[in-house]
Nanobody, 121 residues
């Protein structure tokens, strides 16, 4: 089985920066896409940013120019650097990876448990 564990969440003030990480462990053969999603209270989960195995990135319009996603494929880790944080960025942030496990021909989707990020005004 594959497990994803996020770290780095917390409480910050508006305008400050924060970096969250997500590490995958288990019987991993390869990882394709990695991404970050968020869900605020009373709202649907939304894509924040994702990155392909080739390094191509995609961002939600609301975070473009402020957030940067990156990955360390050798360490099975994805990062999200968040700058100029705003109160509306407050949400539970979860990572998602599409993983091919050892002895498998298919990629499956795995999610982390989520980490709370709260931005105070």
């Amino acid at each position: 089985q594959v497990q994803l564990v996020e770290s780095g969440g917390g409480l910050v003030q508006a305008g400050e920066s924060l970096r969250v990480s997500c590490v995958a462990s288990g019987r991993i053969f390869s990882i394709n896409a990695m991404g970050w999603y968020r869900q605020a209270p009373g709202k649907q989960r939304e894509l924040v940013a994702d990155i392909t195995s080739g390094g191509s990135t995609n961002y939600a319009d609301s975070v473009k120019g402020r957030f940067t996603i990156s990955r360390d494929s050798a360490e099975n880790t994805v990062y999200l650097q968040m700058n100029s944080l705003r109160p509306e960025d407050t949400a539970v942030y979860s990572c998602r990876m599409t993983v091919r496990e050892l002895f498998s021909y298919y990629y499956n989707e795995f999610w982390g448990q989520g980490t709370q990020i709260t931005v105070s005004s």
